[in-house]
């Protein structure tokens, strides 16, 4: 069996739904990614950005009423990819 492209990738979840995270975690898990989070909020997120090297990500775009775009400038700023899940 081949290894996944992804695997060793560290990859962080913006997500403030529990279920969705832990999923999220799971397949990326599964996938060889070292996941990042999940983080539940944009401060969290920003957080978690500063103290971890990370390879891409993943944000829910509404957190609890809080739109996620302030974590996908940051990572953009940084040339991080990401992708929106909503």
Known sequence: MQPSPLAGLRI???????????LLKDMLGDLGCLVVG???????????????????AV??????GQMSYPVADTLAARAVPF???T
């Open 12 to 22: 962080l979840i913006v997500e403030d739904e529990m279920l969705v995270s832990l």
């Open 38 to 56: 999940p983080a539940c909020s944009v401060d969290e997120a920003l957080s978690m950005i500063e103290a971890h090297g990370l390879d891409g």
């Open 59 to 64: 944000l829910d775009v509404n957190l609890s």
């Open 83 to 85: 992708i929106f899940s």
